[in-house]
């Protein structure tokens, strides 16, 4: 009689156009503010986003302000000037008062963003005179050019690791880009560029800017180790990035055929062009997680005037002949979400005293920073969004739940959408996905769509979100869905943003902790049919049996023999109790071909529990008398 056992899972740039994005020139105006002002509530039509507005005053003894950053806890930091322009940076918390920040021996400073995690960059003096760039933790500044190998640096992002990018003034007085990792500057160089700047970060190890090439200028993304030219519009020869959010999303502007400049978007390296307020010139500036995207566009006007000052006096320049360029005069501050593009300024109610000219910020809630003009004073300014007065009749919009859980490999989530309390009317609301920790692209599709309910319609929309079962994923990953800007006069509901868990199976659990992140990534060393150490026994069936992958396994895995009192082929095995995500099968042929298993070809003799495992005796049916040959076999199979 021969004895026989197996496994077998079942898989289932040569023009130079620097910006300078300084402090703007200091407006006109009579009207001292000092701290924060009182809020104005938008009143808005039911077909359009609500906000409630709050403007971001100047430090004591200064005059002008403007906003430059917010974080989701709702920080949000700027920079604060008096009546010489000297700039004092400051930092604000959830309509706080406003700090100034600490400089580095000198009397000026800018603050130009800050991290997930409350820090701050941007520049500050020292007693020297120089500027150099700058990181504040905790209110404490560092010195990001501690040798002064440099004259003049810049701040313009920083992420949770601390990692600041910026530029420096060269030798040749021309800016060049930096990383910063809180002990060390090092240049950043676009290969065979003639000059780089970076201006922004993620926390992913992502940083964007521009290079100027020998035809063209380009923005680009950089993760460290590979560059990414990010493509122009068509005919167009220039492009800078501003930003970059989680999902590797990247904002900015890019020159047209004829030299204009416009807001752009780039998505999966792929560029989308936001469009314009009327005056053929825009930029964006920020976006958040949920690729909603916030700058500046200029307005319709019958005359220009030109600007170009590259002493960083304003964040305006000279683009090309007599076109118009970006001028923060001649530009209101936009919000561009799912292809529409809002001037924020029509949201304003009439006679605000407001000129929103520039949004430079927008968190994951929704809240937007920037400046403008209050009453012809230069102001920052703070946004945040407000539920829609409701219509009555027009029903409620929700997410159906604040929280799911699915399974790695299940391949898909559906989020529901619910228009309850009423049916009057055509209702919207924006939808979109944002990365936790997992990440767009690799390990789920991002979605960005608009959900719809007629009128009359209600009861519920789905949206279905792509998972992707990366094999290198060994632990739980999250995810974060959110409905915004609910137009039509429906309310908003209680639940407008919610996680989704994404569940690694027990043997992703496993492989992660036998498994370095190297071979993670590699499938013939770490997946289910590998066996790296070559003793013909898969992980699977190490993983289900409790044995180490890199351990060759001596003797049999499972005991076969014949019960001398039933006189029947008996296997006994020892499984993981926690191995929930794999089917344990023992079969049994007279031939090696055909295999058969349940109740009528074996008999379950009985279970041993012995804490993490337990031990499993099965019975073949025939008896051994009555064969010429039987076989045995322990088949584990991957449950989907």
């Known amino acids: 009689m021969t004895l026989f056992w197996t496994a077998f899972p079942a898989m289932k740039i040569p023009a130079e156009i620097i910006r300078y994005s300084g402090r703007p020139r200091l407006a006109v105006g009579f009207l001292c503010l000092v701290g924060l002002l009182g809020c104005l509530v938008m009143a808005t039509p039911a077909s359009a986003q609500s906000f409630q507005i709050s403007a971001v005053g100047a430090l004591s003894n200064d005059q002008t302000s403007i906003v430059m950053g917010i974080n989701n806890a709702g920080t949000v930091v700027g920079t604060s000037y008096d009546s010489n322009g000297n700039g004092h940076a400051f930092s604000m918390l959830q309509n706080q008062a406003e700090t100034a920040l600490t400089t580095l021996g000198g009397t000026t400073s800018e603050a130009n963003g800050i991290s997930s995690d409350g820090r701050i960059v941007g520049s500050a003096a020292l007693t020297s005179g120089l500027t150099h760039a700058c990181a504040w933790v905790s209110g404490v500044p560092t010195d990001a050019d501690p040798i002064n190998i440099y004259g003049y640096s810049r701040g313009t992002s920083i992420n949770a690791s601390g990692i600041m990018a910026g530029y420096y003034l060269n030798a040749s007085n021309q800016p060049q880009g930096f990383i910063f990792n809180g002990t060390s500057l090092t240049p950043v160089n676009y290969p065979a560029a003639t000059q780089t700047t970076v201006n922004a970060n993620n926390d992913l190890g992502e940083w964007v800017g521009s290079f100027t090439g020998t035809s063209s200028v380009n923005a680009f993304v950089w993760n460290g180790t590979a560059y990414q030219s990010l493509p122009n519009a068509s005919g167009g020869t220039q492009g800078q990035a501003n930003a970059i959010n989680q999902a590797g999303d990247v904002a900015g502007w890019v020159t047209t055929s004829s030299g204009q400049e416009q807001a752009a978007l780039w998505r999966n390296g792929t560029l989308i062009l936001l469009g314009d307020l009327g005056g053929n010139y825009g930029e964006a500036t920020a976006i958040n997680n949920f690729g909603q995207v916030v700058g500046a566009s200029n307005v319709a006007a019958s005359s220009y005037q030109p600007v170009y000052t590259p002493n960083g006096q304003t964040g305006s320049y000279q683009s090309a002949g007599t076109l118009a360029p970006m001028v923060d005069s001649l530009s209101h501050a936009f919000l561009w979400q799912n292809g529409t593009l809002i001037d924020l300024n029509t949201l304003l109610p009439a006679n605000s005293g407001w000129i929103l000219q520039r949004a430079t910020g927008i968190n994951d809630a929704g809240q937007i920073v920037g400046y ?148 993670l990534a590699d499938t013939t060393i770490s997946g289910p049919l590998a066996n790296p150490a070559k003793d013909g026994i898969s992980n699977l069936l190490k993983y289900a049996l409790g044995l180490n992958p890199k351990t060759p396994s001596s003797g049999s895995v499972v005991n076969v023999g014949v019960d001398p009192t039933l006189n029947a082929l008996k296997l006994t095995y020892t499984a993981v109790k926690s191995a929930t995500d794999v089917n344990f099968i023992v079969e049994v042929s007279s031939d090696l071909v055909h295999w058969t298993s349940g109740s009528t070809a074996t008999t379950l003799v009985g279970t041993v529990d012995n804490g993490t495992t337990q031990t499993v005796t099965v019975m073949d049916n025939t008896k051994a008398s009555t064969a010429q040959s039987q076989f045995m076999r322990l088949r584990v199979t991957q449950l989907p």
Do not use: C, H, M
């Not at 936790?436 to 979605?447: K, M, Y």
């Open 372 to 519: 403008g003009t209050l009453n012809g004073l230069l102001t920052g300014f703070l946004l945040t969004p407000t539920p829609p007065t409701p219509t009555t009749g027009a029903g409620t919009l929700s997410l159906s739940q604040s929280t799911y859980s699915i399974n790695k490999n299940d391949g898909t989530v559906t989020i529901t959408v619910t228009r309850t309390g009423g049916t009057t009317g055509a209702v919207s609301a924006q939808f979109a996905t944002a990365p936790g920790t997992a990440e767009a692209g690799s390990d789920f599709t991002p979605v960005y769509t608009t959900v719809n309910f007629a009128n009359g319609q209600g009861g519920a929309q789905t949206i279905t979100i792509a998972i992707v079962n990366d094999p290198s994923v060994v632990t739980n990953q999250s995810l974060n869905v959110r409905i915004f800007s609910i137009t039509g006069g429906a309310a908003q509901g209680t639940t407008t943003v919610a996680t989704v868990t994404v569940v690694a199976p027990p043997f992703d659990v496993w492989r992660g902790q036998n498994f370095t992140t190297q071979e």
